[in-house]
C-alpha cells in the first residue's frame, strides 16, 4: 500500500462512517466478475436485519431473519429482482407443482442421493429455483462431491439463497433455501473445494436447469441496467457512497483510461500507466437517471483540483467521467456548464469527460473496502434523505 494511501486512512478514520441509511440494495457478488470471488464467511455469523440490509456491506451469506417485508423492492447485487413473494404467491406457485417437488421445497423434503436428473448434468448454464425461476447456481461452480446430491462450491449470487439454521433430525445443520420464494433446497456445510471450502448440497427436484445460449424464462432474467463510469480520487470512498445510490444495483473499483491491460494497483502508484481510479456504477434507469449520478459524483469530490484529491497525489486520481454513448456525454457535459454559469466554484473544473475504454476490475481487497473495514473517507455523501428512503413496490 502506497504512503499516501496511509495518510489518506488515517485523516479519513477522525471523520467517522455514516453508513446505514435507506437499505433496499443487497449485497452480492455480479457473476463472472473474477473480483467478486466469495469471501469465506462463518456460518455462525448472525446480522441484525438492518445490518443484514444494508446496501454498503460487502457480501455476506444471506442469513434469514424474520419474514421479510414484501412490500420493499430488493434488486440483488447481480441486478435480480429478489423482493420476497407474498404468502399468496407462493401458495399459487405451489400448487403447481408435482408431488415431490411439492414435499422437498415446501416440506423441506430431501430426496433419495444417486436419483436426481441434475447430479450427472455437465452442460454449462444455469440452476434456477423450480418454483419462482430465481437463478440460484451456476455450472461454473458445480463439483463432484460423490456424495449423490448435485453439489456447487458457491452459490450464483449469495444474496439469492438464504441459510437457516436446522436443527431436525437430531443435527445442526445449515438449511438453504431461495430468497425470493423460500423453497427448500438443502443445506450447506464446511467440506467443500476452494475457494470457499463450502458445498451446497441441492437436491434436483428443487432446481432447473437452464442451458447456455438458450434464452432464460421472464423470472429468471435480471432488470435491465445501463452503466456508468466515475473517476474522483481514490475508489474506495467513491464506490461506497455510488453503492448507497438509490436506483445503483452495483458500485465496483477498478482501473481505466490507461495504456496497459489488466493493470495492478502497484503498476497504478508506482508506473506511468496512464490509468484513473474508476468506479463502475451499474444502476436501474427507470429509478435513478444518469444526469442525477453526474451530479452525485460532482457533489462527492472537488473537480478543480488536477491530477489530485485531498491526500491522494498523482493522475491516477484525476477527476474524469467515463461516457459510454452520446446521451451520457450530452448529459455530463450539461451538469459541468450547469455548474460553471451558477460559478459552483471558485476556480475551474478539470474535469475530463472521455469515451469510456475497458474497466479493469481492482483486486478484490479494495471491493467494497469501506464497508469491509469500516474506514471512512475524505468523500462527501451526496445522497439526500429522502432520496435514501427505501422504495416501495409497485401495487
Ligand atoms: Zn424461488
Given at each position: 500500500?502506497?504512503?499516501?494511501?496511509?495518510?489518506?486512512?488515517?485523516?479519513?478514520?477522525?471523520?467517522?462512517?455514516?453508513?446505514?441509511?435507506?437499505?433496499?440494495?443487497?449485497?452480492?457478488?455480479?457473476?463472472?466478475?473474477?473480483?467478486?470471488?466469495?469471501?469465506?464467511?462463518?456460518?455462525?455469523?448472525?446480522?441484525?436485519?438492518?445490518?443484514?440490509?444494508?446496501?454498503?456491506?460487502?457480501?455476506?451469506?444471506?442469513?434469514?431473519?424474520?419474514?421479510?417485508?414484501?412490500?420493499?423492492?430488493?434488486?440483488?447485487?447481480?441486478?435480480?429482482?429478489?423482493?420476497?413473494?407474498?404468502a399468496e404467491k407462493i401458495a399459487e406457485l405451489a400448487s403447481k407443482l408435482d408431488e415431490e417437488t411439492y414435499r422437498i421445497t415446501q416440506k423441506a423434503g430431501t430426496e433419495a442421493p444417486f436419483c436426481g436428473t441434475l447430479l450427472d448434468n455437465k452442460k454449462d448454464g444455469l440452476y434456477a429455483c423450480v418454483v419462482c425461476g430465481l437463478p440460484l447456481f451456476s455450472s461454473e461452480?458445480?463439483?463432484?462431491?460423490?456424495?449423490?446430491?448435485?453439489?456447487?462450491?458457491?452459490?450464483?449470487?449469495?444474496?439469492?439463497?438464504?441459510?437457516?439454521?436446522?436443527?431436525?433430525?437430531?443435527?445442526?445443520?445449515?438449511?438453504?433455501?431461495?430468497?425470493?420464494?423460500?423453497?427448500?433446497?438443502?443445506?450447506?456445510?464446511?467440506?467443500?473445494?476452494?475457494?470457499?471450502?463450502?458445498?451446497?448440497?441441492?437436491?434436483?427436484?428443487?432446481?432447473?436447469?437452464?442451458?447456455?445460449?438458450?434464452?432464460?424464462?421472464?423470472?429468471?432474467?435480471?432488470?435491465?441496467?445501463?452503466?456508468?463510469?466515475?473517476?474522483?480520487?481514490?475508489?474506495?470512498?467513491?464506490?461506497?457512497?455510488?453503492?448507497?445510490?438509490?436506483?445503483?444495483?452495483?458500485?465496483?473499483?477498478?482501473?481505466?483510461?490507461?495504456?496497459?491491460?489488466?493493470?495492478?494497483?502497484?503498476?497504478?502508484?508506482?508506473?506511468?500507466?496512464?490509468?484513473?481510479?474508476?468506479?463502475?456504477?451499474?444502476?436501474?434507469?427507470?429509478?435513478?437517471?444518469?444526469?442525477?449520478?453526474?451530479?452525485?459524483?460532482?457533489?462527492?469530490?472537488?473537480?478543480?483540483?488536477?491530477?489530485?484529491?485531498?491526500?491522494?497525489?498523482?493522475?491516477?486520481?484525476?477527476?474524469?467521467?467515463?461516457?459510454?454513448?452520446?446521451?451520457?456525454?450530452?448529459?455530463?457535459?450539461?451538469?459541468?456548464?450547469?455548474?460553471?454559469?451558477?460559478?459552483?466554484?471558485?476556480?475551474?473544473?478539470?474535469?475530463?469527460?472521455?469515451?469510456?475504454?475497458?474497466?479493469?476490475?481492482?483486486?478484490?481487497?479494495?471491493?467494497?473496502?469501506?464497508?469491509?473495514?469500516?474506514?471512512?473517507?475524505?468523500?462527501?455523501?451526496?445522497?439526500?434523505?429522502?432520496?435514501?428512503?427505501?422504495?416501495?413496490?409497485?401495487?
Open positions: 500500500m502506497a504512503g499516501m494511501k496511509l495518510a489518506h486512512l488515517i485523516s479519513a478514520a477522525v471523520i467517522g462512517v455514516t453508513a446505514s441509511v435507506g437499505l433496499f440494495f443487497l449485497t452480492g457478488p455480479e457473476p463472472g466478475d473474477p473480483s467478486l470471488i466469495v469471501p469465506r464467511v462463518a456460518m455462525e455469523y448472525d446480522p441484525p436485519a438492518a445490518e443484514q440490509l444494508d446496501p454498503t456491506q460487502p457480501q455476506k451469506p444471506n442469513i434469514k431473519h424474520a419474514r421479510k417485508d414484501t412490500t420493499v423492492k430488493l434488486i440483488s447485487r447481480s441486478a435480480y429482482d429478489i423482493t420476497p413473494y407474498s461452480h458445480k463439483f463432484t462431491s460423490g456424495t449423490g446430491w448435485p453439489s456447487y462450491y458457491r452459490a450464483f449470487d449469495e444474496q439469492h439463497v438464504q441459510r437457516i439454521v436446522d436443527n431436525s433430525h437430531g443435527m445442526i445443520r445449515t438449511e438453504i433455501e431461495c430468497a425470493r420464494c423460500n423453497a427448500h433446497l438443502g443445506h450447506v456445510f464446511d467440506d467443500g473445494p476452494k475457494p470457499t471450502g463450502e458445498r451446497h448440497c441441492l437436491n434436483s427436484a428443487s432446481l432447473v436447469f437452464h442451458e447456455k445460449g438458450k434464452e432464460l424464462p421472464e423470472a429468471s432474467r435480471p432488470i435491465k441496467t445501463e452503466t456508468a463510469y466515475f473517476a474522483a480520487g481514490c475508489f474506495w470512498g467513491v464506490e461506497h457512497y455510488f453503492q448507497m445510490g438509490p436506483g445503483v444495483i452495483n458500485a465496483s473499483s477498478g482501473y481505466m483510461q490507461g495504456r496497459t491491460e489488466k493493470p495492478t494497483y502497484k503498476d497504478i502508484c508506482y508506473s506511468d500507466t496512464g490509468h484513473a481510479e474508476t468506479v463502475k456504477v451499474v444502476f436501474d434507469p427507470t429509478r435513478i437517471s444518469y444526469k442525477r449520478l453526474v451530479e452525485a459524483f460532482f457533489a462527492m469530490h472537488d473537480p478543480t483540483q488536477l491530477n489530485r484529491q485531498g491526500p491522494d497525489i498523482g493522475d491516477q486520481y484525476r477527476s474524469g467521467i467515463w461516457v459510454v454513448n452520446d446521451a451520457q456525454r450530452m448529459q455530463a457535459e450539461e451538469v459541468i456548464s450547469m455548474l460553471r454559469d451558477a460559478g459552483a466554484y471558485k476556480r475551474p473544473i478539470v474535469t475530463q469527460v472521455e469515451q469510456a475504454k475497458v474497466f479493469w476490475p481492482a483486486e478484490d481487497y479494495h471491493q467494497d473496502y469501506i464497508a469491509t473495514t469500516g474506514r471512512a473517507c475524505h468523500v462527501t455523501n451526496p445522497w439526500s434523505k429522502q432520496e435514501l428512503q427505501p422504495a416501495s413496490v409497485a401495487p
